[in-house]
């Protein structure tokens, strides 16, 4: 997964609870991704980071912050979990600018009960 | 677009045979494509891409052409093997923009 880890892999929380998700790389990449996959909807982008503390939104942000406090880490908060966040979660990084030859984490999976 | 779930679009081959896996893009604006798999319960794996530069880009036993004519790339697999069976989508980037955007999957399953 060119050297890309998420954590946790799996996790299940209750409606309302804050929840962070966290990507990690050693690539030393410049860009950073967070998507979600849903049956129906394929990959959809929700943030992404061209630098350390440059973020921008992406297509469905609603709900959700990061941050990007240092190169390798790029975290995804939902404040207050709902049940429309239940879904998969994974990372992406790219050393290459206009989102070229994006790599992708192994993913998390996020049940909100 | 679907690329994951139950009305993904299915092809089903014979293990030795050619695949050709269909995708089709709406932006004339879109200069760079690129290929992922995805095998279940994985982040999906780059294949290859394209720039819209070039018609034709082969990898080892993938061969992408690009038809910018009618706004369509393929991926296409030589000797298909168990291994290849999963979910294929196509992403396209809009000339200027940071991001990419995925189009629907293709299930790929392979007969023995």
């Known amino acids: 997964d060119a050297g890309i880890t998420q954590s946790p892999r799996h996790k299940v929380t209750e409606t309302g609870t804050p929840v962070t998700l966290r990507c990690h790389q050693t690539e030393n990449h410049r860009y950073m991704y967070w998507y979600r996959q849903d049956p129906g909807h394929g990959l959809r982008l929700i943030h992404y980071?061209?630098?350390?503390?440059?973020?921008d939104k992406g297509e469905v942000s609603d709900g959700y912050s990061v941050s990007r406090s240092k190169t390798e880490d790029f975290l995804l908060t939902l404040e207050s979990a709902t049940s429309s966040q239940t879904s998969v979660y994974f990372c992406?990084?790219?050393?290459?600018?206009?989102?070229?030859?994006?790599?992708f984490g192994p993913g998390t999976r996020l049940t909100v009960t | 677009g679907e690329s994951v779930g139950l009305h993904l679009p299915t092809l089903s081959v014979q293990e030795g045979d050619n695949s050709i896996i269909n995708c089709a893009y709406s932006?004339?604006?879109?200069?760079?494509f690129i290929w992922y798999k995805q095998e279940s319960g994985k982040g999906p794996q780059f294949i290859i891409d394209i720039r819209s530069n070039m018609d034709k880009r082969q990898g080892q036993r993938v061969t992408v052409l690009l038809n910018k004519t009618v706004k369509h790339l393929s991926l296409q697999i030589a000797a298909t093997q168990p291994g290849d069976s999963a979910v294929y989508f196509c992403?396209?980037?809009?000339?200027?923009?940071?991001?990419?955007?995925f189009g629907q999957g293709t299930r790929l399953t392979i007969n023995p």
């Open positions: 992406a990084i790219s050393e290459s600018q206009g989102g070229h030859e994006q790599y």
């Open positions: 980071s061209y630098g350390v503390k440059d973020t």
């Open positions: 992403a396209e980037n809009i000339q200027g923009a940071q991001k990419l955007v």
């Open positions: 932006n004339s604006a879109s200069d760079y």
